[in-house]
């Protein structure tokens, strides 16, 4: 019995962590000139606070892809993305 929870366990979290990463966006230069443009486009004064939050995860996401630091990096720039969405 133990065995066959555990088994579901390790399958479910081996299947999870592929799709998880599939859905950040890619670390290269188009991706970030992109979601600069999209915070820089928030002219909104309501919205001021989360573009200036975006545009530090546009910056931190520079400096990762600097070092060589691909998943920092492209967890920045979803983390600029969810900025620009943000209501």
Do not use: Q, R, W, Y
């Not at 990463?21 to 004064?45: L, V």
């Not at 001021?48 to 546009?58: L, N, P, R, T, Y």
């Amino acid at each position: 019995m133990f065995k066959t929870i555990f088994a579901a366990t390790a399958l479910i979290a081996s299947l999870s962590v592929p799709a998880f990463a599939a859905g950040m966006m890619a670390c290269d230069d188009a991706s970030i000139m992109k979601t600069e443009a999209m915070a820089k486009g928030m002219t909104d004064p309501m919205k001021k606070d989360s573009m200036m939050m975006a545009m530090k995860e546009v910056d931190s996401a520079k400096m990762a892809m600097k070092d060589g630091k691909t998943e920092a990096c492209s967890m920045h720039l979803d983390n600029a993305m969810k900025a620009t969405e943000a209501k």
